[in-house]
C-alpha cells in the first residue's frame, strides 16, 4: 500500500518561498513517478508539475514554470516541490501524488496524500 506523507506548507507573504516535501513509503519508490496537484477554495483540482521516476523528465503547468521546481530523493523515498516568488493566487491545498513506471503525462496518478496547505497572503 502506497503512503504520501506531505509536509511543509504553511504561511508565506507575497514574492516568498517554501519548499514541500512528501514522504513515500514505497519500496520501490525509484520506479514511480512523482506529481504535486493543488486545489484552491471553491476549485477544482490543477496540476501543478511531475517528475519521471528517474527524474529525468520534470514538467509544469504554465502557471508556475519558471518559479516552482520538483524534485526527487529516490535514496530517502522523498519528493519535493520548491516554490518561489509565490503570489496569491498559489494559495491552495497541495498534494502529493504516485503513479508506477515511467510516465510523461499528468494524469492517471494513483496514489494521492492528504495534502497540505499553503497560504500566500498579499
Known amino acids: 500500500q502506497v503512503q504520501l506523507v506531505e509536509s511543509g506548507g504553511g504561511v508565506v507573504q507575497t514574492g516568498g518561498s517554501l519548499r514541500l516535501s512528501c514522504a513515500a513509503s514505497?519500496?520501490?519508490?525509484?520506479?514511480?513517478?512523482m506529481g504535486w496537484f493543488r486545489q484552491a477554495p471553491g476549485k477544482e483540482q490543477n496540476f501543478v508539475a511531475r517528475i519521471t521516476s528517474s527524474g529525468a523528465s520534470t514538467y509544469y503547468a504554465d502557471s508556475v514554470k519558471g518559479r516552482f521546481t520538483i524534485s526527487r530523493d529516490n535514496a530517502k523515498r522523498t519528493v519535493y516541490l520548491q516554490m518561489n516568488s509565490l503570489k496569491p493566487e498559489d494559495t491552495a491545498v497541495y498534494y502529493c501524488?504516485?503513479?508506477?513506471?515511467?510516465?510523461?503525462?499528468?494524469?492517471?496518478?494513483?496514489?494521492w496524500g492528504q495534502g497540505t496547505q499553503v497560504t500566500v497572503s498579499s
Open positions: 514505497i519500496r520501490t519508490f525509484s520506479s514511480y513517478t
Open positions: 501524488a504516485a503513479r508506477y513506471g515511467y510516465h510523461s503525462g499528468t494524469e492517471g496518478f494513483t496514489s
